[in-house]
C-alpha cells in the first residue's frame, strides 16, 4: 500500500523558512518523479516545484529563488524548503507522485505566513 506522509508545514512570520517533508511507504521515489502542490482557501490546487529521479527540478514562477525541492533516496523522502516566506503562499501543501499510474496525493501539511 502506497502512502505519503507530509510533514513539517506550521506558523512563521513572513520572511521566514519552513522545510517540508514527504516521506513515503510502499514505494520507492527515487525512482519517480515528484511533485509539490498546494491549495489556497477559495482557490484551486497549483503546482510548485518538481523533481526528477535524476535530479533535475523545476519550479512555478512564484516560487522561482525561494523555494528548492530536493530528495533523500536513503530516506525516501522528499524536501521543500522554503525561504522569503510570503502572506500569498499561505495554503495546505501537497507531494504527489508523478510518473505512476495512478498518481498519489500526501494528506497534506497546513502552511500559513503572518504578515
Known amino acids: 500500500q502506497v502512502q505519503l506522509v507530509e510533514s513539517g508545514g506550521g506558523l512563521v512570520q513572513a520572511g521566514g523558512s519552513l522545510r517540508l517533508s514527504c516521506a513515503a511507504s510502499?514505494?520507492?521515489?527515487?525512482?519517480?518523479?515528484v511533485g509539490w502542490y498546494r491549495q489556497a482557501p477559495g482557490k484551486e490546487r497549483e503546482w510548485v516545484a518538481t523533481?526528477?529521479?535524476?535530479?533535475?527540478?523545476n519550479y512555478a514562477d512564484s516560487v522561482k529563488g525561494r523555494f528548492t525541492i530536493s530528495r533523500d533516496n536513503a530516506r525516501n523522502t522528499v524536501y521543500l524548503q522554503m525561504n522569503s516566506l510570503k502572506p500569498e503562499d499561505t495554503a495546505v501543501y501537497y507531494c504527489r507522485t508523478e510518473s505512476t499510474v495512478p498518481k498519489y496525493w500526501g494528506q497534506g501539511t497546513q502552511v500559513t505566513v503572518s504578515s
Open positions: 510502499g514505494i520507492i521515489l527515487s525512482v519517480d518523479r
Open positions: 523533481i526528477t529521479s535524476r535530479g533535475s527540478t
